[in-house]
């Protein structure tokens, strides 16, 4: 496993990371996401991704619950959390990153991770009833306080990034070091077009989210939906489409030929893509069982195997089915 940079800072991340969406409470015990999380780290994973709203809270507990039993030392490796959606009714407990909602949710968070800081925290999406400018310092604040190390984005438009950064310029408060998108052979426009300027001129690092489309390019859905798989998950429907996309699955088929002669898997040719690129901090991995979490961190193995023709060859076969 190789570390990389956060953009511009000074924390390294593996190149391949782990995180808890849709697994952590829902398919996952605290056992079984405690087994993926030592695969994980047994391979070198230093970076735990994780989020409020994920299994509303659920997910920060049990990963708070592994880190402790696991006991790693602290400074060895680094776990995130993101606010925007909020697991409580009320007008500043939903859709909002307001300073009383982001400063009363940090807290929360840290008492289920069991931690006394996050390392790095996300503004999950971004909110247009609070002024950016207050959630600047909101943000400056939580890492002021020791509650944050580093703070950033996620899925938010390059625009709204550089006002953050532009703001936190100006008043000499922390800025945003990094962006959290989704990336993979099916979405690539906004990393590759929209984000690449701010990754080169704010030195922004990106650390990438769904680099398997959330299973599609396994190939696992070339012949329906398995029982056992996230498109069979109910509340995940609206993946279904996308899932057992004729075309789609046909892309995944022929890039099954070129993970054969590069002997590897679909998962790991997939997962090594997202890599490749130099903008790209770290790739966060998402698994349902700890084969996965092995055969995935295999995909550390197959970077270097993407040389430029390869990468020319992929572009060919699924580049216009990328949005
Ligand atoms: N910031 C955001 O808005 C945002 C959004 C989404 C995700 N994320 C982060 O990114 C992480 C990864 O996202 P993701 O889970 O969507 O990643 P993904 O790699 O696209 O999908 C992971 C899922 O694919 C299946 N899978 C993984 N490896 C496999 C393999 N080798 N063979 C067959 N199936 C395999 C598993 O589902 P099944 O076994 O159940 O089919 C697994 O849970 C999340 O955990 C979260 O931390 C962030």
């Not at 994980?40 to 994973?45: E, H, L, R, S, Y």
């Not at 890492?143 to 625009?159: D, H, I």
């Not at 959290?180 to 300027?197: C, D, G, I, T």
């Not at 997939?270 to 092995?294: D, E, F, L, M, Y």
Request: with cysteine; net charge neutral; charged share 25%.
């Amino acid at each position: 496993m190789e570390y990389r940079r956060l953009g511009r800072s000074g924390l390294k991340v593996s190149e391949l990371s782990f995180g808890s969406w849709v697994t952590y409470g829902n398919q996952l015990d605290t056992t079984a996401a405690r087994e993926c999380m030592a695969a994980a780290w047994d391979a070198g994973v230093n970076f735990f991704d994780n989020a409020e709203v994920y299994a509303a809270g659920k997910s920060e507990e049990i990963m708070g619950e592994a880190l402790k039993k696991m006991g790693w030392p602290r400074l060895k490796y680094i776990v995130s959390t993101k606010f925007f959606w909020g697991i409580t009714e009320g007008p500043n407990e939903r859709n909002t990153l307001n300073r009383k909602y982001l400063l009363h949710g940090i807290d929360a968070s840290l008492k289920r991770l069991q931690l006394d800081y996050v390392d790095l925290v996300f503004c999950h999406r971004p909110d247009p009833d609070t002024p950016v400018e207050e959630t600047v310092w909101a943000m400056h604040d939580m890492v002021e306080r020791g509650k944050a190390l580093y703070w950033g984005t996620s899925e938010w438009p390059a625009s709204a990034i550089r006002e953050a950064w532009d703001i936190a310029e100006r008043h000499h408060l922390r800025k945003p070091v990094m962006e959290q998108p989704e990336y993979n052979l099916f979405h690539r426009s906004r990393v590759e077009k929209e984000y690449a300027p701010l990754c080169d001129e704010i030195g922004l690092g990106l650390t990438t989210w769904s680099p398997l489309a959330s299973g599609l390019l396994t190939g696992k859905y070339a012949k329906g939906i398995p029982a056992d798989s996230r498109g069979a998950i109910p509340r995940m429907k609206f993946l279904v489409g996308d899932l057992t996309d004729k075309s789609k699955n046909e892309v995944v088929a022929k890039l099954g030929v070129v993970a054969n002669e590069l002997g590897c898997s679909l998962a790991q040719l997939a997962i090594a893509w997202c890599a490749a690129n130099p903008h790209v901090s770290t790739v966060i991995t998402g698994a349902s069982r700890v084969a996965q979490v092995k055969e995935n961190m295999g995909a550390a193995e197959v970077i270097a195997k993407l040389t430029p023709e390869v990468l020319a060859r992929i572009d060919a076969i699924a580049g216009s089915a990328a949005d």
